[in-house]
């Protein structure tokens, strides 16, 4: 069973370099350590809202474990908007 996750939540704008920098090296990592590369979007009508996608996880316990701690080891909660937080979904492939 493969699974994609969508991740998606809001940046301001005068933390956007910062927070692209930081994602690039959580997705870097990631590769590097499960061999999942992720694709970062931007919503096209708010500059503010950006997505992280990652396809083809068949170890979603262990992809979830390795995602969180990058996630925190790069401080990333901290380049959110204030009252803004990662959100996931999961979806199944057929």
Do not use: C
């Not at 933390?15 to 096209?44: K, T, Y």
């Amino acid at each position: 069973m493969k699974l994609s996750y969508y991740i998606y939540y809001r940046v301001p704008a005068e933390n956007a370099a910062r927070a692209r920098a930081a994602v690039s090296a959580i997705q870097r990592e990631l590769s590097d350590i499960i061999g999942i590369g992720g694709r970062l979007l931007r919503r096209r009508d708010d500059q503010t809202t950006w997505m992280e996608i990652y396809e083809n996880v068949a170890d979603a316990e262990r992809f979830e474990a390795e995602l969180g701690g990058l996630v925190e080891r790069h401080g990333f909660a901290a380049l959110l908007a204030p009252g803004s937080a990662r959100k996931r979904e999961v979806f199944l492939d057929f």
